[in-house]
């Protein structure tokens, strides 16, 4: 079974999904997880937490971020760490701020 992480979300990113991935891989032979986000942050937290297996695998994905279920709270929180970053989405229940948004980020350097 491969299971996809998002290692860039959460409050304790990406220490909490590096630790979480390691845990699992250590739990079970069944399974490969693909953490999702920037390489070279990933990487180097999985240097820090010992890991040197071959059970994970990094996808380098620094430039564009899809979420769900974001709360009109924590977008703007998102916005707050996720500087050089812009957002298209909206609130579902009344298409500005209310219900729940998918937003995607995008570097505005890049795009």
Known sequence: MIIALDAAGGDFYPQRPVTGAIQAVEERDDIEILLIGPAKMVQDELKEQGYNGDKIKVIDAPDI??????????????QQILPGYSYVGTGRDDG???????PIFWRYDRF
Do not use: C, K, R, Y
């Open 65 to 78: 971020i899809g979420m769900q279920e974001v709360l009109h709270n924590q977008l703007l929180d998102l």
């Open 96 to 102: 500005n701020t209310a219900g729940e948004f998918s």
